[in-house]
């Protein structure tokens, strides 16, 4: 089944503690890209889980530009510890000493006006295990929508592209089967263009003529070659694995021998049914471009 790369993905957690609210909320948003391209956004205290974050959807996403990110509730906004740089303060205090040898009298020293030392402290965000695995808890049903959302998206591209490519597979048909009243229109016509002319002629030189005319026109290895594709599209729409750049490249190929039957036409019929052919292999290119 096809999986889309256009795909969102949610998830809402609540910690253990039997209150009646939400901590952890994730999205997964992600569009065509082709390769895959993961961009992980967590709060303070958080980012070292973006490595297993980052492999949960490797195991499950083969392309796709993907952003990933968790917003807290206040229940598990990370702690901030304070740090004090004890390097500094023996410095202060070394500094306050020496003021005291001098003889200059500097009273009480206030350790909390002391703590407001440019410098002296920081404060580092902390994350307890328990909130960690909650949160890939968290993160795992998120990860379980995204890829629902695909499933579902792909199953309707797949629906699509399938009712486009039968619609091919009948005009290159209907294109085989106007072949033969090609070359008996033309040489209906040329044959009443020289009894308009009133001119006596060559009937071989005639016939002649009408095979060169023929071969000039003649699109049946295009034809072929249309059939060809389309049985590949329609085995790697049932391929259980990414197909994106192979349904890609078909979509390329069918182009190119659409282009050349265009080209050769000389009725109204077979540019009727190339520029239906065309339009078909443009909203089909268009979708190919969101397939895994």
């Not at 404060?123 to 929508?145: G, K, M, N, R, W």
Request: charged fraction near 30%.
């Amino acid at each position: 089944m096809l999986q889309s790369m256009t795909a969102f993905g949610q998830s809402q957690a609540s910690p253990d503690d039997g209150l009646d609210r939400e901590d952890f909320s994730w999205e997964m948003r992600s569009v065509n890209h082709r390769y895959l391209d993961i961009s992980v956004h967590l709060p303070a205290g958080f980012r070292a889980m973006a490595p297993a974050v980052r492999a949960k959807v490797t195991e499950s996403v083969g392309r796709g530009k993907i952003d990933i990110s968790l917003s807290l509730g206040a229940a598990t906004q990370a702690r901030e510890d304070i740090v004090v740089d004890k390097v500094l303060l023996s410095q202060l205090k070394e500094a306050v000493d020496a003021v005291k040898n001098a003889g200059i009298e500097t009273g009480v020293v206030d350790p909390v006006s002391l703590l407001k030392w440019p410098g002296l402290t920081s404060q580092s965000a902390s994350l307890d295990t328990s909130s960690a695995v909650q949160a890939l808890l968290a993160f795992d049903a998120c990860l379980i929508d995204f890829k629902n959302t695909r499933a579902r998206e792909g199953e309707q591209v797949e629906l699509m592209l399938s009712a486009r490519v039968n619609t091919i597979s009948q005009l290159v048909s209907q294109l085989r089967e106007q072949r033969s009243e090609l070359v008996l229109r033309q040489r209906a016509r040329l044959i009443e263009k020289l009894a308009q002319l009133d001119v006596a002629h060559d009937a071989s030189r005639l016939e002649q003529e009408l095979v060169f005319s023929a071969q000039r026109l003649d699109i049946d290895e295009e034809l072929d070659r249309l059939d060809v594709h389309v049985l590949e599209f329609q085995k790697a729409l049932l391929r259980d694995e990414p197909v994106g750049r192979r349904l890609d490249f078909l979509m390329q190929e069918f182009n190119r021998e659409v282009n050349t039957v265009a080209s050769k036409s000389s009725d109204s019929k077979t540019t009727a049914a190339t520029i239906e052919l065309k339009v078909l292999i443009e909203q089909m290119r268009e979708q190919v471009q969101n397939v895994e």
